[in-house]
Structures are given as structure tokens and as C-alpha cells.
């Protein structure tokens, strides 16, 4: 059986002009600012605080992936089609997909198959110029910042051995994350080390998407720590009087943009941390708008419960004053059996065995579910190589359990191969009454914060802090952050921070090697294992199979 690729079938889909899709949510065609005929950016008026009570927001998250993703954001946005379906009023609302993944190791990111949020080209390459923006501002910080460290009267006195901050682009570029710049005598400036970060990783966009509007976005850009004086003194963005202007470079960024599902319901797409380096989540403001606009909100929170999920709940639902009503946990086959310990070259050769030995993954965060005192509905990714025994055998397995599980075929049927995970889901939903339950409390001290994720979470023997991490430990003390939540950098291909470990791993240490801080936006980032916030290309990049001809018709995305 031949199937259409993604980008195929985005191509051939008649897409509905926006200001149609904004009239299905109330929204005016005056409201809209307009980036041609199907893309959109809200204003952020069209928040409603007395509506957003009301609806429930369904996080989406995964069991460990394998190198090449399970599909959540293909489940997330077959799941909005689903409850559409249902009569439920439902809005999906995602991240923006990044340039390195797109043109590295995972392609485009705006779902797959028959559950795509299209423009898809669109999305997939630039959008509307958020990430540009981002990137835009923080380089104007690192800007200001080594203009105010050559400056013949000493400016600030900043201490350039105690920088830390770095230039971003939106590209995995490996070449770049270490550098020496000031280099071209005099006028070049001072001499330093520093380096590039991905655009992703930039505090820039973890502080655009825990903002609440512009206010709180130039209160947190002023908070930045920069370095510290020759004196020992703490030097922030708003000691530069940076805030302002970097505030303006993101004057549209902050507003989240509006397209649509192939079956033309709205998705709401902003803002693009990654989980493995950052909060993993769309923007506070997305959210609680699409919160305002709908009965349902389906979100995504990227790689699995350890990453994503957790950071979503002790730092995304703390800031965002909501809580999840329901936990949709993806899992396949071909996951099951790669941390069952097949090699990716054989995941579609059936292998029951396999598939039983590496259940204790998804098991591990079936229970992290249950940490965060949220009702899960497992959503079984199908793909054409799957077995009905080994499909039959996760079912049975589930059901005992105790655990609702329902086989998602959005990637080939759309919303109508999701209909059985939708009623499953607003039933969970519809009947919990609660909210979610943190894994620490931020005024515990941050080595009670990394120890409770890794432990809990993880399920980890122990934390151990190497001398550079102590070193921060004291510096973030100095800086007044200790009440603040963790947002730990770890490999998303393992619960351990050795990458290699699979399945489910058992008495490990998680190693602490330093502690990064994000002031502006309000957490500190434990850096695990060999965590790198610049990723480079693989050995075959994405990239070498695309290309546009003289019609201006895309290949290769997908």
C-alpha cells in the first residue's frame, strides 16, 4: 500500500480563509492582524479571565521516544479533530517548530498524515517571524552587554569572565558553540569566550512564553542576570536600561498566531522552548487565550512525562495559574520495542517479546501520571508495521492496570481515527474535579527540588552535585532564586542522564554537573549528563533530501 508523505497531503488540502476559522471561536476579521489569507496573529485582548475557568486544557506528553518521535503532536492535533467531532468546542494549541530539528534529525513538526495544522510549509519555515524576533532580541542584549564592557570609561564594570550569556540562532550549527569573539584589535572590542545557543534555548523565549502580557515580558527581560562586577556585584538586563528595547523586538512575537486543522478547526501556535533545555510548552499567553475561546484546549509538552510533562506542571501550570484535567500518554510499537532493546533498523519486524520487555517504560510514566494526580488515557500510535498481537497484548495489558488505553489512527484517518481516544479523554476530563499536584514546593531548596524530580520522576538512587554546581548553588543563594522551581536540562532519550540506558533503567545516579540561571525567567537549570543547548546536524541531515522548484514548489518536508 502506498501512502501520500505529509507534505503531499498538506498540499493538496483547501484550506479555509483565517478570518472563517477566527468567526468559529467569535473572533471579529477586525480583531485579526492578518499574515495573508491562513495565518494570523491575536491580539492579546481576546483573553477573557472570567471565561478560562471553565475549560478544559488536556496536556499531551509521551513515554521515552525514540530518536525519531512517537507522534504526540500528530495525536494532539488528531485529538482536537476528535472532540470537534464529539460537539466538543476545542482548540489545539502547540509550539512553533524550530529550524534545526526541521532541517536536522526530525523534519517539519506540525503533525503528520491526515492530523496536520497547515499552512504546513509555512509553519515549518519561519511562520511569521516569532523566532527571528527572539533571536533578534537576545542579540541585542549580548549586544549592549560587550558594548558596555569595552566602553573606555568601564560602564558598568561587568566582569566579562563571569558572562554567561550567549548569541542564539535558530539553526543546529555545532561549529558555533564555542567561540572567541572581539577578535580585529581595538575596535573590535575585548577579547572573550563565548558562543552560540539555538534560538530554542534562548532565556529570551522561556521568559516570551511565561510572560502574562508586555508588562511582565519587560519586567522579566530586566531580570536577567547578566555577570558580576570586578566588585562581586550582580548586573542585570535592567542595569543596562536593555529592557525596553528588547521588549519592542518582540512587540508581535508576544502575540500567538491562528491557523487551522486539515479539517479546518483552529489551532493556536506559539512560541517554541524545548523540554530537553527549557520548559518544553507553548506560551502561557496561547494557552489561556485558547482557554478563553474554547471548551477544550488540547497542548502539547514536548519529549516525555520526565522532560515536558513535569516541567509543565511544576513550572508552566505554577506561573499560568491552571492545572491539566487530563494526561493523554503516547506510546507505539516501535518505542516499546526499541526499549525493549531492538535496534531502529529492525522496530518493523514484529517482536512480542521485545514489546513485553520494554512495557516497564511507558509503565514507569503510567505511575509519573499518577504523581501528578492526573487522570491518563494511554494513546496507542499506530503504525502500519504494528502486529494485531502486539497491539492486542499493550491493550490487554493497560485495561490490567487499570489504565484507559484507546488505539489513535489520526496519522491515517484524521478525526474520525480519534474518536474513541476523544470520548475516553472528556470523560476523564469532564469527571475530575481536582488540579494538578507539583512534585516539590518551590520554597524547598533547590537541591530538594532536583532531588524530588530525579527520584520521584526519574526514579533515581540520587542526586550528586559536582564541584561547579556547588560553586552555583552558592552563587544562586547570593541572588535571592532559591524559592525558584527547577528546570532540569536532561537527554529525552532516557529516565537516566545517559542516553544509552533504556527501557527502565534502576539505581542510578543523576549527575549534576552545573547550574545555569534564568532570572528573568524566574527557575534555574540543572545541567545533567552531556546536555547541549547548540545541537549539531546528524550524519544525514533533513536538509539533503528538500528542495523548491522554479514554481516555488516545496519537497522533502516532512
Known sequence: ???????????????????????????KEDDLELYGKYKAKLPLALTDESKIANAKLILVTAMTPTPAGEGKTTTSIGLCEGLNKLGKKTTVVLREPSLGPVFGMKGGAAGGGFSQVVPMEDINLHFTGDFAAIEKANNLLAALIDNDIQKPDGGLGIDPRTVEWKRVMDMNDRALRNIVSGLGGKSGGMIRETGFNITAASEIMAI???????????????????????????????????????????????????????????AIIHGGPFANIAQGANSIIATRMGMSLSDFVVTEAGFGSDLGAEKFIDIVSGYGGFSPYAVVLVATIRALKYHGGIEREKLTESNLD???????????HIENTKIFGLPAVISLNRFITDSEEEISWVMEKC????????????????????????????????????????????????????????????????????????QNLNKIERLGLSDKPVCIAKTQNSFSDDAKKRGRPKDFIITVREIEVAAGAGFVIPITGDMLRMPGLPNVPAAMGMDIDNDGKISGLS
Open 1 to 27: 500500500m502506498t501512502f501520500k508523505s505529509d507534505l503531499e497531503i498538506a498540499q493538496a488540502s483547501k484550506l479555509k480563509p483565517i478570518v472563517e476559522i477566527a468567526k468559529t471561536l467569535g473572533i
Open 208 to 266: 516570551l512564553c511565561l510572560a502574562k502580557n508586555l508588562n511582565d515580558l519587560k519586567e522579566k527581560i530586566g531580570n536577567i542576570y547578566i555577570g558580576d562586577t570586578y566588585q562581586k556585584k550582580a548586573v542585570f538586563a535592567k542595569d543596562l536600561n536593555a529592557q525596553g528595547a528588547v521588549a519592542l523586538l518582540l512587540k508581535e512575537a508576544i502575540k500567538p498566531n491562528l491557523v487551522q486543522t486539515l479539517e479546518g478547526n483552529p
Open 399 to 470: 485495561k490490567e492496570l487499570g489504565v484507559q488505553i484507546a488505539l489513535a489512527e489520526g496519522w491515517e484517518k484524521g478525526g474520525a481515527g480519534m474518536k474513541e481516544l476523544a470520548e475516553k479523554v472528556s470523560q476523564a476530563a469532564e469527571s475530575f474535579e481536582g488540579k494538578c499536584w507539583p512534585v516539590y514546593q518551590w520554597k524547598d531548596s533547590i537541591q530538594e527540588k532536583i532531588e524530588a524530580v530525579a527520584i520521584k520522576i526519574y526514579g533515581a538512587k540520587g542526586v550528586e552535585f559536582l564541584p561547579k554546581a556547588r
Open 354 to 364: 521485545a514489546v513485553k520487555a520494554g512495557f516497564a517504560n511507558l509503565e514507569k
